[in-house]
């Protein structure tokens, strides 16, 4: 089994910054593509950004030039470094993997999310 573990959520200014994180475990697994989605309050959940396993990138239009997504493949981490925050960034913001075994179909993991809020 694949578990994702988030941290680096929490309060913010505008203009503030934060940076997530999110390991994954699970031993005899591959971690192709790794990425961030959020749900804003009464907003369906969106992505935000994810990292291919060759480091390709792609953001939500929203926040491009303002978030960075990054990958650490020694240690399975993703991260999410946000800048320029605005109040319309408040949300849970979740990780994710789509995950491999012994040639079995990629599956997605998630993580358990977690909150990110911005001031005005």
């Known amino acids: 089994q694949v578990h994702l573990v988030e941290s680096g959520g929490g309060l913010v200014q505008a203009g503030g910054s934060l940076r997530l994180s999110c390991a994954a475990s699970?031993?005899?697994?591959?971690?192709?593509?790794m990425g961030w989605y959020r749900q804003l309050p009464g907003k369906q959940r969106e992505l935000v950004a994810l990292i291919m396993s060759g480091g390709t990138t792609n953001y939500a239009d929203s926040v491009k030039g303002r978030f960075t997504i990054s990958r650490d493949n020694a240690k399975n981490t993703v991260y999410l470094q946000m800048s320029g925050l605005k109040p319309e960034d408040t949300a849970v913001y979740s990780c994710y993997t789509d995950a491999t075994t012994w040639g079995a179909p990629v599956r997605r993991f998630w993580g358990q999310g977690t909150q990110v809020t911005v001031s005005s």
């Open positions: 699970g031993s005899t697994f591959t971690f192709n593509t």
